[in-house]
């Protein structure tokens, strides 16, 4: 079932080894870095608006 | 009749905001499972390719990212047309949160390209049709990020973003039929209804690779587009609802 006959040829890939792993990690790089970046903005937003509320609501109450 | 079930109530970003949020790690987990069994699939099973040896793998990354690309597009066409022509508020919303995802899967076509021409064609880039066309496409995700960040008021910023987008789809069409149109280096559609020039498991992994990268695409957006919601209505009574009710 299994293609490769030790795990050494699996890294080789044929000689095309470089070219396979850099896609294959410039893809998981992007894709580990862009929900990372997507989460610390919602949160940076969230507590930026939270206390734009509390600003407001200490000018209405004064 | 206040009961009825009506689908005009998800537009609104009240509705849309907590259904989007719940519904992010269903997203996130569909594309793992489709992810892992695509690598699976066509790194380990798929077997040899008789031309272009184990190189060939990298198509499982490749086709995926530049369908994704095309396909973020259309849809972000899609929105800007909805905008245009109805006004709504979400739409200019769901195509700024699908914008970075689409530039960086243009991207990563074009570089998992470059490494693929690289050791088959001897060049890491050709000004041939399809790579030139492709290029184009990410000029046009950056333009249009460029051009809505660069207007203040959101309502023009949707505007002339939605018509930036109209106006470059046209691209889209090129860069599918480049390889007909043109005579290219680049090689032909692999997939092909009628009869398919790849192996069962490549075909397989290949588009299990695709569901993945297009339920990661789903997801990301969601992620931004909640951002952009609170954000954008930040004066909104749901959104201090949203704010004060300690949800995340």
Redesign the interface.
Known sequence: ????ASFSD?IA????GF??W???G??AL??AI??II??R???T??AR??R??RAENRNTTE | MKDRFNLYRFASPATFYPLAGAMIPYFVAVSVVFGLAGLWLGMLVAPTDFQQGEGYRIIFIHVPASWMSMFIYLVMAFWAAIGLAFNTRLSGMMAQALAPTGALMAFLSLLTGALWGKPMWGAWWVWDARLTSELILLFLYIGYMALTAAIDDNRRSDKAGALLLLVGVVNIPIIYFSVKWWNTLHQGSSVNLAKSSMATTMLWGMLLMAMCFWMYSIAIAFMRVRTIMLERERNTEWVKAVLTGGEK
Do not use: C, D, R
């Open positions: 079932m299994i293609h490769w699996f890939m044929g000689g095309y070219y396979v850099s896609s294959f410039a893809t992007i894709m862009e929900p997507a989460s903005n919602h949160k937003t969230i608006l939270k734009q509320i």
